[in-house]
Structure formats: structure tokens, C-alpha cells
Nanobody
Framework: QVQLVESGGQLVQTGDSLRLSCAAS????????MAWFRQAPGKEREFVAA???????????YYADSVQGRFTTSRDIPKNTLSLQMNSLKPEDTAVYYC???????????????????WGQGTHVTVSS
């Protein structure tokens, strides 16, 4: 069983930056394929970013077109933490942000929620205009 706990969500203004964190349990965090999704009111959950284990100490990051160039995801292995640095925030970034983990067997469709085995409870991000 893997537990994921997100934090860092808050009310910010357009153009501000915010950093979300996801604390994960488990001794093999370094091998999890991780991702961030978000869900705005009345909308479906959508992919934001993925941080995938490529073998050894290699990781690959992927981003949704809507956040490419503004958001960066990274992993701190000793702290078992996944982060999402969000810059130049826009009102359309307002959503509940979720952290997700695929602990294997690994799926290939990293942008699809069904590929992930565990989810956090979410953290609210509100960007005012």
C-alpha cells in the first residue's frame, strides 16, 4: 500500500508562482512512475505532468501542452517527495491537484488516470484574475 499526501495549494494571483509537494510512502519510491493531474469544478480530471522512471537513476518528465514551459516536476528520492513548480499561473490553472503513483506493472499511457494505482487526496489551487 502506498500513501500519497499533497500539500502547498493556496489562493494566488495571476502571474504568481506556487510549489506543490507530494509525500509518498514506500521503500521503492525511486521506481514509481509518478504524475500530477488536476480537476477543475465541473470538468474531468486532466493530465498535468508525469515523472517516469527510466532505469537506474534516469527519469523522464512529460507535460501537458497547457502547462509546458510554465510547470516543472521533479523528484527528491531521499525525501520520498514529488514536486510541481508552477510559474506564471493563470486563472485556468485553478483546480484540485492530485498526485498519482504507478507502482507496476507499468503502463505506457502516462496521461491516462487509469494507469495509476494510488492517488492522494488533492490540494486546492485557486488563481485569481
Amino acid at each position: 500500500q502506498v500513501q500519497l499526501v499533497e500539500s502547498g495549494g493556496q489562493l494566488v494571483q495571476t502571474g504568481d508562482s506556487l510549489r506543490l509537494s507530494c509525500a509518498a510512502s514506500g521503500r521503492t519510491f525511486r521506481t514509481y512512475n509518478m504524475a500530477w493531474f488536476r480537476q477543475a469544478p465541473g470538468k474531468e480530471r486532466e493530465f498535468v505532468a508525469a515523472h517516469r522512471w527510466g532505469n537506474g537513476n534516469t527519469y523522464y518528465a512529460y507535460y501537458a501542452d497547457s502547462v509546458q514551459g510554465r510547470f516543472t516536476t521533479s523528484r527528491d528520492i531521499p525525501k520520498n517527495t514529488l514536486s510541481l513548480q508552477m510559474n506564471s499561473l493563470k486563472p485556468e490553472d485553478t483546480a484540485v491537484y492530485y498526485c498519482a503513483a504507478d507502482v507496476g506493472p507499468y503502463g505506457t499511457k502516462f496521461a491516462e488516470p487509469y494507469e495509476y494505482d494510488y492517488w492522494g487526496q488533492g490540494t486546492h489551487v485557486t488563481v485569481s484574475s
